[in-house]
C-alpha cells in the first residue's frame, strides 16, 4: 500500500488545481471541475462571443455550437426588424439640413428677379425664419465636377429665403443619375402643380429650353411635359412680347396669356401705332388692364370691380367704387361732408383715386 502511494505522489508531483473563480455567481466551491493544464488553457481562443443569457460560458464543443445557434437567431430576428422598419422608407430620397452656400441655381431656374422682390416672397421668407427652416424640402442633384456642390432641381425661393436668412435649407438629395431633360421636367411639373409661376416665368422657361436645343421642337417640349400645345404657344407668346411693352407693365409677372394674346392680336394689326403708344406708357405704374387699354388704344376694362375705403385721418369717410368698364364712382358721408376740411377731403379722395389706378 505503502508503495502505491509513493508511485501515485510521484507520478502527480507538480501538478496544480486551478484557482477557484472569485465571480459571486460561480457554483459552490464543493463542485469540482476538470483541471485544465495551464499550457493548453494558454492557447485555447474561441471565434464567437461568448452566448447571451447564460452566466457560465460552455465548456463543451456541443454547448459551444448551440450557444452560437442561439445567437444567430437573435441576430436574424433583429435583421428581420431593421428590414421592416426600411421597407417603410423604400423609394424614398436622403434628407438633410444643408448649407445654402452649397447648392447652386440650376441654369433652367425659371424665376425672375421681381419674384424675390414681391411681397408673396417676404411672406415666404417670414414664415420660414418663424419655423426655424423651410418645412417643405428642395430637390437638388449633385453637381458631377465640383464635389459636395449641388444644383437645385426645384426650390429657387425656398433656397432663397434660406441663404438670406443665413440658416440651413431642408434637402432631399437625389441620387441616381438625372439628366438635364428630366430636371427640366421636374422642374416645371412641381411649379405647375403649385400654380405660382407667373406666365412670364413659365414662358421664359420654355423659351430658354427650345434656345439651348434641350427640346428640338415646341411639340416635342409639350409632349415630354405632358402638356397641351396650346398651352406652350400662350406661354411663348407671353415671353416673345417685345421688352418695350414688357417695360410697360409695373412687373412683367402681371402679364397674363390674355393680355399677350391682344397685345400680339393688335401689332399684327398695327405694330407702328402700338410702339408709338409704348413710349406714352413707360414708367406710369398702371395696373395691367389699363396698360392694355392704353396699348390698344381702347377703354380700359377690368376683369373685376373694385371697392375701396376712403380714410381721413384714419377715419372712413367714403367709398369709391370702380365697375369692370372702369367707371368710378365715389361717395362721401355726409357727416364727413359737411364737417371735414376741404384740404383733408381733397387728399383722401386723391389718395384712393392712386389705389385705384394701381389695382
Request: overall charge positive.
Given at each position: 500500500m505503502a508503495s502505491t502511494r509513493k508511485r501515485l505522489e510521484a507520478l502527480t508531483a507538480g501538478l496544480m488545481l486551478p484557482e477557484a473563480a472569485k465571480d459571486p455567481v460561480d457554483a459552490p466551491a464543493s463542485t469540482s471541475a476538470p483541471a485544465v493544464p495551464p499550457s493548453a488553457s494558454s492557447v485555447v481562443e474561441t471565434r464567437f462571443p461568448p452566448a447571451v443569457g447564460g452566466s457560465l460560458a460552455p465548456r463543451t464543443g456541443p454547448g459551444q455550437m448551440m450557444a452560437f445557434r442561439g445567437q444567430i437567431q437573435q441576430v436574424e430576428g433583429e435583421m428581420a426588424a431593421l428590414r421592416e422598419k426600411l421597407s417603410q422608407y423604400e423609394g424614398s430620397l436622403p434628407t438633410r439640413k444643408m448649407d445654402p452656400k452649397t447648392i447652386h441655381p440650376s441654369r433652367w431656374a425659371n424665376r425672375h428677379d421681381a419674384s424675390f422682390t414681391s411681397s408673396a416672397f417676404a411672406g415666404l421668407k417670414a414664415d420660414i425664419e418663424h419655423a426655424g427652416g423651410n418645412v417643405q424640402a428642395i430637390l437638388v442633384r449633385?453637381?458631377?465636377d465640383e464635389p459636395g456642390q449641388f444644383e437645385i432641381v426645384f426650390g429657387h425661393r425656398r433656397h432663397r429665403a434660406a441663404l438670406e436668412l443665413g440658416i440651413p435649407v431642408l434637402a432631399s438629395i437625389w441620387v441616381d443619375e438625372l439628366g438635364d431633360a428630366a430636371l427640366f421636367a421636374a422642374m416645371d411639373r412641381e411649379n405647375r402643380e403649385?400654380?405660382?409661376l407667373s406666365n412670364y416665368e413659365q414662358g421664359l422657361m420654355y423659351q430658354r429650353a427650345l434656345e439651348e436645343q434641350l427640346f428640338p421642337t415646341q411639340r416635342q417640349l409639350a409632349e415630354a411635359l405632358g402638356v397641351s400645345h396650346t398651352w406652350v404657344r400662350k406661354a411663348l407668346m407671353v415671353a416673345q412680347l417685345p421688352s418695350a411693352v414688357v417695360e410697360c407693365f409695373r412687373s412683367p409677372l402681371e402679364i397674363s396669356f390674355r393680355h399677350a394674346e391682344q397685345i400680339n392680336a393688335a401689332m399684327e394689326k398695327d405694330r407702328r401705332g402700338v410702339l408709338k403708344r409704348v413710349e406714352r406708357l413707360r414708367g406710369h405704374s398702371l395696373a395691367p388692364a389699363m396698360v392694355v387699354a392704353r396699348l390698344l388704344d381702347?377703354?380700359?376694362?377690368?376683369?373685376?370691380s373694385e371697392k375701396?375705403?376712403?380714410?381721413?385721418?384714419g377715419e372712413k369717410i367714403g367709398t369709391l367704387v370702380r365697375?369692370?368698364?372702369g367707371e368710378i364712382t365715389i361717395t362721401i358721408v355726409p357727416e364727413a361732408a359737411t364737417g371735414a376740411s376741404q384740404e383733408a377731403l381733397e387728399a383722401g379722395i386723391a389718395e384712393t383715386l392712386r389705389k385705384a389706378r394701381t389695382l
Open positions: 449633385p453637381l458631377k403649385r400654380a405660382d381702347a377703354k380700359p376694362g377690368f376683369e373685376r375701396l375705403d376712403i380714410l381721413c385721418a365697375a369692370k368698364s
